[in-house]
């Protein structure tokens, strides 16, 4: 895999499609799931669709925390809710305080987000990684991804980012895959401009 095919990767983090994926696992954990599990759970997802699909399932940013990887923007917003003041308040957020309630380190269904923008194969996805980790533990779960995500690296108290290289670099990914996953971000990145204008 070559740096300069690699270092233009970036996705736009779409939040519908987010809230969607996290409204589905919460479904599937019975409407309320552990917090830490929600994040492994939806960075799991991103990182299948990666492998399967050649694409980011909503585009958010990865980062290496003390108990394994994190969606940054995913767990933002969930961390945001109704309590935002009025200088964080955004249509994201408002959009994931309708749906989602944060009580101590468990996230509650409030409203089932509903499947819009996701699409069979996305949901395929989010139901594998669901029926993979179902039977195990948060906490067994934790201690397995540490062990067995390459790209996750131990920050201590503090964040690190995860590259989008260092993910496909842990798929082993060749350099044609990881070029077809930088044409789609293009084509995302083209329609989305096409859409603002």
Not at 106 to 117: E, S
Not at 169 to 194: G, H, P, T, Y
């Amino acid at each position: 895999m070559t740096e300069t095919t690699m270092a233009k990767l970036k996705f736009r983090f779409d939040s519908r499609r987010a809230a969607e994926a996290a409204s589905r696992f919460t479904e599937l954990a019975g409407g309320s799931i552990d917090i830490v599990r929600l994040m492994k759970l939806l960075y799991l997802a991103e990182r299948r669709s990666l492998e399967l699909h050649r694409r980011p399932m909503f585009g958010d940013r990865y980062v290496s925390m003390k108990h394994g990887p994190v969606v940054s923007h995913s767990y933002n917003l969930l961390k945001s809710g109704p309590d935002a003041k009025a200088e964080e308040r955004s249509e994201d957020v408002d959009l994931w305080a309708a749906h989602f309630i944060r009580d101590g380190y468990m996230v509650r269904l409030q409203q089932r987000v509903a499947p819009a923008t996701l699409s069979r194969a996305d949901i395929e996805v989010i139901n594998a990684v669901h029926d993979e980790w179902r039977s195990t533990d948060t906490w067994a779960m934790v201690e397995k991804l540490h062990a067995s995500l390459k790209e996750w690296r131990n920050p201590g108290k503090t964040s690190t980012a995860i590259a989008v290289e260092d993910i496909c670099a842990a798929l082993r990914l060749k350099d044609n895959e990881v070029q077809d996953i930088q044409d789609q971000v293009q084509a995302d990145l083209a329609m989305a401009k096409v859409l603002q204008d």
